[in-house]
């Protein structure tokens, strides 16, 4: 079985605003993403687990669209992009390994 995903990566910026607004967009965020996962279009995703044992700094998630540009609008549309918070790098993969319950996710 061989179907096309997306994993994206993302960062924090380096010159990312104050915290208290950071808090504020990480709620539009995660929504946004809920509305993405509802949608069909988002597998798994999660912030980056870091040495101390807290999470984020940026995060990764396997993505399912149509198009590499599908993806992009995807992500060019996180609320975390727009505020200036992270940048990200989609990668382009093929399935070749799945667990048959996802089967059906990635047919559809």
């Not at 061989?2 to 950071?22: L, N, W």
């Not at 946004?32 to 980056?48: Q, R």
């Not at 198009?67 to 992270?86: H, R, Y």
């Amino acid at each position: 079985m061989m179907m096309k995903a997306y994993a994206v990566v993302s960062h924090f910026r380096d010159d990312i605003p104050e915290q208290k607004e950071v808090m504020k967009i990480l709620k539009e965020h995660l929504k946004y993403f809920a509305k993405c996962s509802e949608e069909g279009k988002v597998l798994i995703a999660g912030p980056h687990a870091l040495e101390d044992g807290s999470f984020g700094g940026g995060g990764v998630m396997v993505l399912k669209t149509n198009s590499k540009e599908e993806a992009e609008e995807l992500m060019a549309n996180d609320p975390f992009v727009t505020g200036n918070i992270v940048d990200y790098t989609i990668y382009e993969f093929r399935v070749v390994n799945l667990r048959p319950e996802l089967e059906e996710w990635f047919k559809s």
